[in-house]
């Protein structure tokens, strides 16, 4: 069991352009969450994954945030065309099932230049 | 929608007192975590508390849990300076097309000699 497994684990852009992250879940975790923490805040719900269906997707996702999980494996989180209030550090968590524990990985932190 | 709160926002306190963070939430829920979260690091779960009334204990920290009161404690004993962090609680929310933790805006916790 390694844990939760984020690529990279920062990223610099100018704005305007598109970014890729990645999460690897825990093996045999059936749920799969991502969050985004700012800077003195509690992270805040994006999305979530049922193996490969996304079940539900949080206001704070706008049209330029699209988020994967092909063969209910890893996921990958895109934005596209960055803006500087996307920067913050996205967080990927994983569960065996409902209702129990979600363990997070260390983050991506994204800086938005 | 569900809003959690912690108080105190910032906490510094000397080493060997005793200290308690409040967790305050707004609706029904029956399952709160409580994580710590190092600098530049990503969230370590502590606690999980399932019902009211629930206790739980580890090391130098205890938290407890009051559905009725939608009050969750996580209460520090004779502080050493290896806690220092920040603490969340989050409350989970789960119903059939939602399935997401809720966090409060953390709890900053510094211990000096």
């Known amino acids: 069991d390694t844990g939760v497994s984020q690529d990279p684990r920062h990223k610099i852009t100018k704005r305007g352009q598109n970014v890729t992250f990645r999460c690897d879940p825990i093996?045999?975790?059936?749920?799969l969450y991502w969050y985004r923490q700012t800077l003195g805040q509690g992270p805040e719900f994006l999305t979530y994954?049922?193996?490969?269906?996304?079940?539900?997707k949080s206001r704070l996702l706008s049209d330029r945030f699209s988020a994967e999980r092909p063969k209910g494996s890893f996921s990958t989180l895109e934005i596209q065309r960055t803006e500087q209030g996307d920067s913050a550090m996205y967080l990927c968590?994983?569960?065996?099932?409902?209702?129990?524990?979600?363990?997070f990985g260390a983050g991506t932190r994204l800086s938005v230049l | 929608e569900l809003k959690v709160e912690q108080n105190p926002l910032f906490l510094s306190m000397q080493e060997g007192k005793n200290y308690t963070i409040y967790c305050n939430y707004s609706?029904?829920?029956?399952?709160l975590y409580w994580y710590r979260q190092d600098p530049g690091k990503s969230l370590e779960s502590l606690f999980v508390?399932?019902?009211?009334?629930a206790v739980k204990q580890e090391g130098r920290l205890m938290a407890s849990l009051d559905t009725k009161a939608r009050l969750s404690t996580l209460h520090i004993t004779a502080a050493v300076h290896d806690l220092s962090a920040t603490y969340f609680c989050?409350?989970?929310?789960?119903?059939?097309?939602?399935?997401?933790?809720?966090f409060g805006t953390g709890t900053r916790l510094q211990v000096f000699p």
């Open positions: 968590a994983s569960s065996f099932a409902p209702r129990d524990t979600q363990y």
């Open positions: 093996s045999e975790h059936n749920r």
């Open positions: 994954f049922q193996n490969e269906a996304q079940l539900e």
């Open positions: 609706t029904t829920s029956d399952r």
């Open positions: 508390l399932l019902s009211n009334g």
């Open positions: 989050a409350v989970e929310v789960l119903s059939y097309n939602t399935d997401k933790l809720i």
